[in-house]
């Protein structure tokens, strides 16, 4: 089955740039999204189609994706930015597929 | 603006069944896929269904196939999910999310509800 694979957490410091990665089969063959969640709050997307980011989103995220790997950026990163970050796909069976997380640390 | 609410979470015993709706409003109701996403406590999200707009061609998991199903009312722009079987690990927030586009699969999903909280214990 297909699967996503996240790194459980990565860390930054504050106006650095912090790379999240997402990795599955061929996954630069489809198109990943990348969505955001703070604590208690619903899920929020940040980019999608690979690196469009919907408005409202501010230009310093960005994203990529190529071969095996899906990778959403972050320049500049600012508190505000620290939460779960959840890459997502469809499977050749059009079911959806997320990564399972990486906390985004900004310290 | 686009909004959707949630409801119908609750306590369930294991063998038991619920109901889960999703109000929607502005938008064109038959105009976009929706989907229900979950997500159990402290854990990370998994996509459960999803149903076209126009169509209302349905998608599953394999971990929900031939218990739940989503359906959808037109007439007053409903998201339902019925959610039958339930097993311990059901337990989860459920968030309906709207699509991009009306695609059921294959397309990103750009406005969530709150969500409702389903607790499946004896």
């Known amino acids: 089955s297909f699967e996503l694979t996240q790194p459980p957490s990565v860390s930054v410091s504050p106006g650095q740039t912090a790379t999240i990665t997402c990795s599955g089969d061929?996954?630069?063959?489809?198109?990943a999204c990348w969505y955001q969640q703070k604590p208690g709050q619903s899920p929020v997307l940040v980019l999608y189609?690979?690196?469009k980011r919907p408005s409202g989103i501010p230009e310093r995220f960005s994203g990529s994706n190529s071969g095996n790997t899906a990778k959403l950026t972050i320049s500049g990163t600012q508190a505000m930015d620290e939460a779960d970050y959840f890459c997502?796909?469809?499977?050749?069976?059009?079911?959806?597929?997320f990564g399972g997380g990486t906390k985004l640390t900004v310290l | 603006e686009v909004q959707l609410l949630e409801s119908g979470g609750g306590l369930v015993q294991p063998g038991g069944s619920l109901r889960l709706s999703c109000a929607t409003s502005?938008?064109?109701?038959?105009?976009?896929?929706l989907n229900w996403v979950r997500q159990p406590p402290g854990k990370g999200l998994e996509w459960v269904s999803s149903?076209?707009?126009?169509?209302?061609?349905?998608y599953y998991a394999d971990s929900v196939k031939g218990r739940f199903a989503v359906s959808k009312d037109n007439s007053n722009n409903t998201l339902y999910l019925q959610m039958n079987s339930l097993r311990a690990e059901d337990t989860a927030v459920y968030y309906c999310?709207?699509?991009?586009?009306?695609?059921?699969?294959?397309?990103?999903?750009?406005?969530w509800g709150q969500g409702t909280l389903v607790t499946v214990s004896s």
């Open positions: 999310a709207k699509a991009m586009v009306d695609m059921a699969t294959g397309t990103d999903l750009d406005f």
């Open positions: 502005g938008f064109t109701f038959y105009n976009y896929a």
């Open positions: 149903i076209s707009g126009a169509a209302g061609a349905t």
């Open positions: 061929n996954l630069g063959d489809k198109y």
């Open positions: 189609q690979d690196n």
């Open positions: 997502q796909a469809w499977d050749s069976s059009s079911a959806g597929v």
